[in-house]
């Protein structure tokens, strides 16, 4: 079992800045891949960014390249999304998710989901 907790939501206004984490902990295995997805109301949940335990492999969703950054404290098992330059449409809840294996863009290829935290940016 891995858990996942996260922290850092809140609320900003347009053009704002935040920054989220989140802490593995329990089984984890020294390779793995960490994301950042979110879920706006009435849309399907979709991968922000995500990042391999080494530090490579990172990936971001067109709409937040140039203003989201992803990283990783290999050592504390923690990731982080700086998130530059908030819109409104980047409200959401801001989920991180864990697996193994190779990467992937797809929710349902992760094992391991935190709880969420709510990002709400307001114009």
């Known amino acids: 079992q891995v858990q996942l907790v996260e922290s850092g939501g809140g609320l900003v206004q347009a053009g704002e800045s935040l920054r989220l984490s989140c802490a593995a902990s329990?089984?984890?295995?020294?390779?793995?891949?960490m994301g950042w997805f979110r879920q706006a109301p009435g849309k399907e949940r979709e991968l922000v960014a995500r990042?391999?335990?080494?530090?490579?492999?990172?990936y971001y969703a067109d709409s937040v390249k140039g203003r989201f950054t992803i990283s990783t404290d290999n050592a504390k098992k923690t990731v982080y999304l700086q998130m530059d330059s908030l819109k409104p449409e980047d409200t959401a809840v801001y989920y991180c998710?864990?697996?193994?294996?190779?990467?992937?863009?797809?929710?349902?290829?992760?094992?391991?989901w935190g709880q969420g935290t709510q990002v709400t940016v307001s114009s």
């Open positions: 329990g089984r984890t295995f020294s390779n793995y891949y």
């Open positions: 998710a864990w697996r193994t294996g190779l990467p992937s863009t797809r929710a349902t290829m992760y094992d391991y």
């Open positions: 990042i391999s335990s080494s530090g490579g492999g990172t």
